[in-house]
């Protein structure tokens, strides 16, 4: 019985853990996608007001942001193809604000958010072909 009880609070410890090793690599990266949101939305709303210091300002903060090594969460060629598109987005955009271009600055924002929505697909399928890997490998007489 002794037994069993120092077993199960083992593992449970093992579990928290593991749950709390997870939680510290997610959040560095959850903060840093809240903070690229907020930046986006801080854009939106300059260019809604035509306040081009703000649109500026928040356009360079994220071209900063995917200088980040916290940037790259992915290893692949075509992850760093749309980091590269990505902060080209943004430089057009700073660009466009400083020049009080209205409209050259709104479609500047529409290519950085197409970018952000393709990157963030590709991150998906990246992490779906991960998970399902690992469920192939005994069909194919392999082991991890």
């Known amino acids: 019985m002794k037994r069993s ?3 199960a ?3 449970g410890m ?3 853990l593991a749950t709390t ?3 510290q690599q997610e959040k560095p990266v959850h903060t840093f996608m809240h903070a690229k949101l907020a930046h986006s939305q801080s854009i939106l709303e300059g260019l809604a007001v035509e306040n081009y210091d703000q649109i500026a300002k928040s356009s ?3 071209t900063l942001l995917s200088e980040e090594a916290g940037w790259n969460v992915l290893q692949t060629a075509e992850y760093a193809r749309q980091s590269d598109l990505f902060r080209r987005h943004t430089k057009a955009l700073t660009e466009a604000a400083r020049k009080h271009n209205l409209d050259g600055a709104t479609l500047a924002f ?3 958010t197409l970018n952000c929505v393709e990157c963030h697909k590709h991150v998906r399928s ?5 998970l399902e890997v690992p469920d192939l490998l005994p069909s194919l007489g ?3």
Not at 126 to 130: C, I, L, M, T, Y
């Open 60 to 62: 360079q903060s994220l």
């Open 110 to 112: 529409v290519q950085v």
């Open 142 to 144: 392999l082991t991890q």
């Open 14 to 16: 093992g579990v928290l």
């Open 9 to 11: 609070l083992f593992m």
């Open 21 to 23: 090793n997870g939680e």
């Open 126 to 130: 990246v992490q779906q072909a991960r």
């Open 5 to 7: 009880i120092g077993l």
